[in-house]
């Protein structure tokens, strides 16, 4: 079985330009996060989608950032327009959401550095 | 208060040793615990969870959950080399809410 995939896994952008991160769960997994870990800091939360629809969405930044889940698929993580402070990388978890102690399963990430 | 707290280290241990990692948490609602290893530059690994008080081994590995005393610790038993990664401790309130991570221990473990 495929793990949790994350494109791509660098993106170095200058202040101000637009990026887009995309993740790929687990197939079958309902529920997707998106963490971020800047240096010298905690893996941080940022959302939570269930299927289509956004479950959670309290850590997200400010309004710079858009998370999308067409058809409950894959995830796209927007970023417009990139600041300094995004820098760092940013993680997809999946899980499968039919259990109380369901398990996440963390993509590889990928790593932004605005410039 | 940090949410979750655990040694940065490096902590480092002999090949064939026992390493301990420690955590502590703070918020009294976390129902489920959670133990990753992530080597350089790779994703998290989950490698234990626990969800009682007690003690849950799996083959070298034995998690420890202590909720009044709100620690949850990791031990490795004969240690190897290939041990040697950040071990990320993180909790959540059960079902499917949003993982909180402490900043990670790294281990080292000399042959």
């Known amino acids: 079985e495929a793990g949790v995939t994350q494109f791509p896994s660098h993106s170095v952008i200058e202040k101000g330009q637009t990026v887009t991160l995309r993740c790929d769960p687990i197939s079958g997994h309902d529920n997707l996060y998106w963490y971020r870990r800047v240096m010298g800091k905690e893996i941080k939360f940022l959302l939570h989608?269930?299927?289509?629809?956004?479950?959670?969405e309290s850590g997200m930044p400010n309004n710079r950032f858009l998370a999308e889940r067409t058809g409950g698929t894959y995830s796209t993580l927007k970023v417009q327009p990139a600041e300094l402070e995004d820098s760092g990388v940013y993680f997809c978890a999946s899980s499968q959401g039919a259990r109380w102690n369901d398990e996440q399963f963390f993509g590889p990430g990928t790593r932004l550095t605005v410039l | 208060q940090k949410e979750v707290e655990q040694n940065s280290g490096p902590l480092s241990v002999p090949e064939g040793a026992i390493a301990s990692l420690n955590c502590t948490y703070s918020d009294r609602g976390s129902q489920s615990f959670f133990w990753y290893r992530q080597y350089s530059g790779k994703s998290p690994e989950l490698i234990m969870s626990?969800?009682?008080?007690g003690d849950k081994e799996d083959g070298r590995f034995t998690a420890q959950l202590n909720k009044a005393s709100q620690y949850v610790s990791l031990l490795i038993r004969d240690s190897q080399p290939s041990d040697s990664a950040t071990y990320l401790c993180a909790v959540n309130r059960g079902g499917n809410t949003p993982l909180v991570f402490g900043k990670g221990t790294r281990l080292s473990v000399i042959a």
């Open positions: 989608f269930v299927k289509e629809s956004k479950q959670d």
């Open positions: 626990i969800y009682s008080n």
